[in-house]
């Protein structure tokens, strides 16, 4: 049965994801003028927000929505039914993980021209971004799969 909001709801955790990962990256990656050398242009806290968002939406929104519709037409093709909730989390966890690693790793090919692939050193930072944007993204997605599932069955 084809859910009445799936295309939305993907979308939605998408957007959702990209703004709460850009803030997690702009709180890390912030540092007060007070702290910030002299000699660099300080960025405040919103002009990373806003760099952040730029580049992790168009990436979560096309590379993570794609993917995650892959992953359900997969599942739902080999008839795969997880019942167990937990089960269910940390089996999506691991895919959506790789499928963070395959994003960063097709987004790097095509933006540097694998450059960075070729040393994991250099390319560790986007594959970590890559998978936590993943599991923000499940974890949003299943957040909101399971409110419209109750409203659906009339519980508040």
Same mark, same amino acid.
């Given at each position: 049965?084809?859910?009445?909001?799936?295309?939305?709801?993907k979308?939605?955790?998408?957007?959702?994801?990209?703004?709460l990962?850009?803030l997690?990256?702009?709180?890390?990656?912030?540092?007060?003028?007070?702290?910030?050398?002299?000699?660099?242009?300080p960025?405040?806290?919103?002009? %990373? $927000? &806003? #760099?952040y968002?730029?580049?992790s939406?168009?990436?979560i929104?096309?590379?993570?929505?794609? !993917?995650? *519709?892959?992953?359900?037409?997969?599942?739902?093709?080999?008839?795969?039914?997880?019942?167990?909730i937990?089960?269910?989390?940390l089996?999506?966890?691991v895919?959506?993980?790789?499928?963070?690693?395959?994003?960063?790793?097709? %987004? $790097? &090919? #095509?933006?540097?021209?694998?450059?960075?692939?070729?040393?994991?050193?250099?390319s560790?930072? !986007?594959? *970590?971004i890559?998978?936590?944007?993943?599991?923000?993204?499940?974890?949003l997605?299943?957040?909101?799969?399971?409110?419209?599932?109750?409203?659906k069955?009339?519980?508040?």
């Amino acid at each position: 049965m084809k859910e009445k909001y799936y295309v939305l709801r993907k979308l939605s955790a998408a957007i959702l994801s990209s703004i709460l990962l850009s803030l997690l990256l702009a709180s890390n990656f912030y540092m007060s003028i007070s702290r910030q050398n002299e000699d660099v242009s300080p960025w405040t806290f919103q002009s %990373l $927000l &806003f #760099v952040y968002l730029i580049y992790s939406l168009p990436v979560i929104l096309i590379g993570g929505t794609f !993917f995650s *519709i892959l992953i359900d037409q997969i599942i739902k093709y080999l008839k795969i039914s997880i019942t167990n909730i937990l089960l269910r989390v940390l089996v999506y966890t691991v895919v959506y993980a790789v499928g963070g690693l395959i994003v960063i790793t097709i %987004l $790097l &090919f #095509v933006v540097i021209g694998g450059s960075y692939v070729e040393d994991i050193r250099r390319s560790l930072g !986007f594959y *970590i971004i890559g998978v936590v944007g993943a599991l923000i993204y499940l974890y949003l997605d299943e957040g909101l799969r399971a409110i419209i599932m109750r409203r659906k069955r009339g519980i508040k």
